[in-house]
């Protein structure tokens, strides 16, 4: 009797476990793996931030340099840094950059996080920002046990609306003239996830 109590309790424990950041986990969908970056990705994403369409809805401007480049590739290794996110690379079977995406601002109270995701122009429209984010969102649920994943887009991003209504996300409000860019106000359209609306129980 004692045993089995004690052995239902580990097995509670490891079914509970929730990543600790001792390790940058590494993920792979049928067509993609998600990777920690390096600072061999820079040149690629110097390519890939450069590109104007990329980052039309971003509160940034298309980067021109490799000390650019270098700032990005911090700002993502950060939140793994930080312990309150992880930041992937996507990449082809090959090897071959296509993206990035991640969960950042993770609130272990309240067991949510924010999910954001960018594909490399050349790559848009073969279906590989969803294949990403379904992975990360599993990776959410299963690994850091949230009950919501949030994301916030720009007025006008269809095409993120669109990749986020796919995957179940409900618009859920708007923050009138949230980001400044280029001089210019805009309003940030936010939307949500639950476990529950994930698994059809809410
Ligand atoms: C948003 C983004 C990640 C989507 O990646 P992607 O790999 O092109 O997305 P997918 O191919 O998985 O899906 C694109 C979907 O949008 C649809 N779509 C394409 N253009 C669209 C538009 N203008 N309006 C609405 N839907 C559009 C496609 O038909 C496809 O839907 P389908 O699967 O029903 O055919 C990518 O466009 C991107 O990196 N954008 C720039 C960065 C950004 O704005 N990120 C969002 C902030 S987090």
Redesign the pocket.
């Known amino acids: 009797m004692v045993e089995q109590i004690t052995l239902n309790t580990i097995e509670a424990i490891m079914n509970y476990r929730v990543f600790d950041f001792t390790h940058f986990p590494t993920l792979a969908t049928e067509r993609l793996m998600l990777r920690e970056m390096t600072p061999d990705d820079v040149n690629a994403l110097l390519k890939h931030f450069g590109n104007p369409?990329?980052?039309?809805?971003?509160a940034m401007q298309p980067i021109k340099t490799i000390e650019q480049a270098n700032e990005w590739l911090k700002w993502m290794g950060g939140f793994f840094a930080a312990k309150d996110g992880l930041r992937w690379g996507i990449t082809q079977q090959d090897g071959n950059f296509v993206?990035s995406?991640g969960l950042h601002r993770w609130n272990r109270e309240a067991h949510y996080a924010q999910?954001?995701?960018?594909?490399?122009?050349p790559?848009?429209?073969?279906?590989?920002?969803?294949?990403?984010?379904r992975q990360i969102i599993e990776f959410g649920w299963e690994q850091m046990k949230l009950n919501r994943i949030e994301?916030?887009?720009?007025k006008g991003?269809?095409?993120?609306?669109?990749?986020l209504e796919?995957l179940g996300f409900k618009k859920e409000g708007v923050l009138r003239q949230r980001i400044l860019k280029g001089g210019k106000y805009y309003d940030v359209h936010i939307y949500g996830l639950l476990l529950c609306d994930y698994q059809d129980n809410c």
């Open positions: 369409e990329v980052v039309k809805f971003i993206g995406a999910i954001g995701c960018d594909i490399a122009y790559y848009w429209g073969q279906g590989y920002g969803q294949e990403a984010m994301a916030d887009i720009v991003n269809q095409r993120s609306a669109h990749v796919k």
